[in-house]
């Protein structure tokens, strides 16, 4: 099991970026997926973005694609997700999650096991 940490959470003008970050406390890191998920409200909970600790696979959603990068740092054992050009339908509370996927893809979400608590994200004017 695993324990993660998100910050970097907080209030946006449209077109502006933020840099969330997830801590990750725990062992067997390198044989896990990272995702980053989020959810507004009234919203069902959707993967943003996704990556293996080990062998560079990503994914980005098609709604995010081109303005939201992840990047992970094993040594330091952190997941980010570069948000760029921002927008109020971004706005949701965005979780970080790993799970042990095995050779699945990385879009399998009911893989995912281990949850952070939440950051919130508010684009508005």
């Known amino acids: 099991q695993v324990q993660l940490v998100e910050s970097g959470g907080g209030l946006v003008q449209p077109g502006g970026s933020l840099r969330l970050s997830c801590a990750a406390s725990?062992?067997?890191?390198?044989?896990?997926?990272m995702g980053w998920f989020r959810q507004a409200p009234g919203k069902a909970r959707e993967l943003v973005s996704a990556?293996?600790?080990?062998?560079?696979?990503?994914y980005c959603a098609d709604s995010v694609k081109g303005r939201f990068t992840i990047s992970r740092d094993s040594a330091k054992n952190t997941v980010d997700l570069q948000m760029n050009s921002l927008k109020p339908e971004d706005t949701a509370v965005y979780y970080c999650?790993?799970?042990?996927?095995?050779?699945?893809?990385?879009?399998?979400?009911?893989?995912?096991?281990?949850w952070g608590q939440g950051t919130q994200v508010t684009v508005s004017s």
């Open positions: 999650a790993a799970g042990r996927l095995g050779t699945a893809t990385l879009t399998t979400v009911r893989f995912y096991n281990w």
């Open positions: 725990g062992r067997a890191f390198s044989s896990y997926a």
């Open positions: 990556i293996r600790w080990s062998g560079g696979t990503t």
